[in-house]
T-cell receptor, first 113, second 116 residues
Framework: DAKTTQPNSMESNEEEPVHLPCNHS???????IHWYRQLPSQGPEYVIH???SNVNNRMASLAIAEDRKSSTLILHRATLRDAAVYYC??????????????FGTGTKLQVIP | GAVVSQHPSRVICKSGTSVKIECRSL??????MFWYRQFPKQSLMLMAT?????????EQGVEKDKFLINHASLTLSTLTVTSAHPEDSSFYIC????????????FGSGTRLTVV
């Protein structure tokens, strides 16, 4: 399985943008880049996913490098509720059959008031 | 849409007893669900894939006779921790995906199991 590398932890001030990096130098041509986050004492929740083009949704933006060997999750204005562990995961598209999701260590984001 | 309900949220049991955890997809059908375990300050570890109407597929190192999985309907999977020991104390999480949505997997809120 292609692996991802993320910083163990990051800090951000409240109301400021946050850029969470993820390296995936062994990504295959068919791997999608998925992001999930896990708030304390809760199950993970889906954030965003993409293949090649940058993606935006109501939660975040995903910027994907042209060579696809890295990506960045962007939270435009961090709030205290965004404090969580963010996981970058490679896998098949969200359509089609079921594929198991394997989690790495993720980045623990701390938001400072 | 795509809500996964997990019950109970917390359970304390005595060593040697069994505990059942339920995972329900509330507004969609899931022929496949996944069970994870998470120890404090660690990432989620996939335990098994639960398949409706057939046997579960367990990850390497997970004892299938200790962690019994039943997926008898399209909306319910259960995980039973048999003969629980203190080292089984952990956060157990299930997940499923609504194939009609292109939104990734939905996770339950987790079950905190404490074996005393």
């Amino acid at each position: 399985d292609a692996k991802t590398t993320q910083p163990n932890s990051m800090e951000s001030n409240e109301e400021e943008p946050v850029h969470l990096p993820c390296n995936h130098s062994t990504i295959s041509g068919t791997d999608y880049i998925h992001w999930y986050r896990q708030l304390p004492s809760q199950g993970p929740e889906y954030v965003i996913h993409g293949l090649t083009s940058n993606v935006n949704n109501r939660m975040a933006s995903l910027a994907i490098a042209e060579d696809r060997k890295s990506s960045t999750l962007i939270l435009h204005r961090a709030t205290l509720r965004d404090a969580a562990v963010y996981y970058c995961i490679l896998g098949p598209p969200n359509s089609g059959g079921y594929q198991k999701v394997t989690f790495g260590t993720g980045t623990k984001l701390q938001v400072i008031p | 849409g795509a809500v996964v309900s997990q019950h109970p949220s917390r359970v304390i049991c005595k060593s040697g007893t069994s505990v059942k955890i339920e995972c329900r997809s509330l507004d969609f059908q899931a022929t496949t669900m996944f069970w994870y375990r998470q120890f404090p300050k660690q990432s989620l570890m996939l335990m098994a894939t639960s398949n409706e109407g057939s046997k579960a597929t367990y990850e390497q190192g997970v004892e299938k006779d200790k962690f019994l999985i039943n997926h008898a309907s399209l909306t319910l999977s259960t995980l039973t921790v048999t003969s629980a020991h203190p080292e089984d104390s952990s956060f157990y999480i299930c997940s499923a995906r609504d194939q009609a949505l292109s939104r990734g997997y939905t996770f339950g809120s987790g079950t905190r199991l404490t074996v005393v």
